[in-house]
């Protein structure tokens, strides 16, 4: 039986839907195989673990005190948890603090969506620890949360995108007019986003110079790097999942939300559609699988195929489209989806249970062939160096 530490939560504007991930992992998790850990990161960084913080109940009453405080050592290859006890080393000694192993890990399942989660910083401190862990690498995590540096990487792949620029917070204190007439050079109507942020927080529509103003100065209240693109009018919105690493890839069905307004807001995507709580993305209405023309489905597999290896992407990450008729346009890539968009391979036969089996064995398969990589190389160059000899 092997120890997944699953981790979810974090200090992300995402941190709720996170929770739901991290249980809808947790539950479905083939426990003939695997036996997961919960694990558990505050709203202020902290991570707790333990059996009372495996189901919903005590993120529904806020109550954490049977839960213990772990964390990894960044020493690479100690796989433990470990926790701080309180002991007593006999009657007469006072107590004293104590690390012990709390347990130890065999994979790590991060189930953190946005920021210090989904951005590479969870990914670094994992390739520290030296663990196998689900999911994107520390660079394809960046690339894919930073919408600007996801764009520019896109475009130098020739991926069709709307029309964009972005600038820094410093630039629209300093820069205001010129920032104005840039975007406007692309032409209304247009999309104002915060680089880093997901769930259509921040984001606003504007259609003339005081919209623009205004979508901006919320913008930038959230991040310190905005883009603005070309709105597509009326768009259909398609998304797709794509599962594997490098070469090995597969696509899932395509499914359609279904807006009642033109932009999915936080609400609609989370709270109005769903049904019964622990659904996170699964409770949206969608259209599933959607019904698109044969040509306009391959184009979108193919592209998504492209997004996901062209920043290096693995695991599962969902690929958003936006369709002006038949034109497709990438708008992003989630490299950690709601529900790891699990209802998106159902429809393809493989249940959710069996995917979170696949992406802990693409998790262990990667870990193998990067332990082959060499990372000492005996240079002598130390025995021929002359810096530091003065100090002795
Ligand atoms: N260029 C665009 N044209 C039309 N609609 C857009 C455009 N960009 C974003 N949207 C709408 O805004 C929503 C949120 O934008 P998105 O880039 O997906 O950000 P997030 O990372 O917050 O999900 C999209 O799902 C879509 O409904
Ligand atoms: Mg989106």
């Known amino acids: ?78 796989h433990n948890l470990y926790t701080i006890r309180s002991k007593k080393a006999s009657i007469l000694s006072k107590e004293s603090d104590q690390v012990e192993i709390f347990a130890k890990i065999d994979a790590v399942f ?48 020739g991926i069709p995108m709307t029309q964009y620029t972005y600038f820094y917070r410093s630039d ?3 820069n205001r007019e010129e920032i104005l007439k840039e975007a406007e050079k692309i032409g209304y109507n247009l999309f104002v986003k915060p680089a880093n942020l997901g769930s259509s927080i921040g984001i606003s529509k504007a259609c003339n110079r005081e919209e623009l103003i205004s979508a901006i100065d919320i913008a930038v209240s959230y991040d310190s790097k905005v883009v603005i693109e070309k709105a597509v009018e009326n768009p259909r919105e398609i998304n797709i999942s794509v599962l594997g690493y490098e070469d090995n890839l597969s696509v899932s069905a395509c499914e359609e939300p279904v807006s009642i307004e ?16 622990s659904k996170g993305m699964k409770g949206q209405k969608r259209k599933l699988p959607a019904d698109l023309k044969e040509e306009v489905e391959e184009e979108i597999e193919r592209l998504a195929k492209e997004g996901f290896k062209s920043i290096g992407a693995s695991g599962v990450a969902r690929i958003d489209f936006l369709l002006d008729k038949d034109k497709v346009y990438l708008n992003e890539i989630n490299t950690l989806p709601g529900s790891i968009s699990f209802y998106l391979w159902e429809p393809t036969g493989l249940k959710f249970s069996d995917l979170i089996t696949r992406l802990i064995e693409i998790a262990e398969k990667k870990y193998e062939a990067r332990k082959k990589n060499i990372t000492s190389y005996d240079s002598q160059l130390l025995n021929k160096t002359s810096y530091g000899a003065k100090l002795q």
């Open 1 to 78: 039986m092997k120890n997944i530490a699953v981790i979810f939560g974090g200090r992300s504007v995402e941190h709720e839907v996170s929770i739901i991930t991290g249980m809808q992992i947790i539950e479905n998790m083939d426990k003939t195989k695997y036996n997961p850990i919960p694990v558990y990161i505050t709203k202020d960084g902290r991570f707790l673990s333990g059996e009372s913080i495996k189901t919903i109940v005590a993120f529904k009453n806020s109550d954490f005190s049977q839960a213990e405080e772990v964390f990894f050592k960044p020493y690479a290859g100690d």
């Open 262 to 277: 033109k932009l999915l807001t936080y609400d609609e995507k989370y709270i109005s559609g769903s049904k019964g709580g």
């Open 172 to 174: 629209w204190q300093n």
């Open 110 to 157: 991060p189930a953190v969506h946005g920021t210090n989660g989904e951005d590479g910083t969870l990914q670094g401190l994992l390739e520290m620890v030296g663990i196998p862990y689900v999911g994107c690498g520390v660079m394809s995590a960046a690339v894919g949360m930073d919408k600007v540096t996801m764009k520019d990487v896109y475009k130098s792949h």
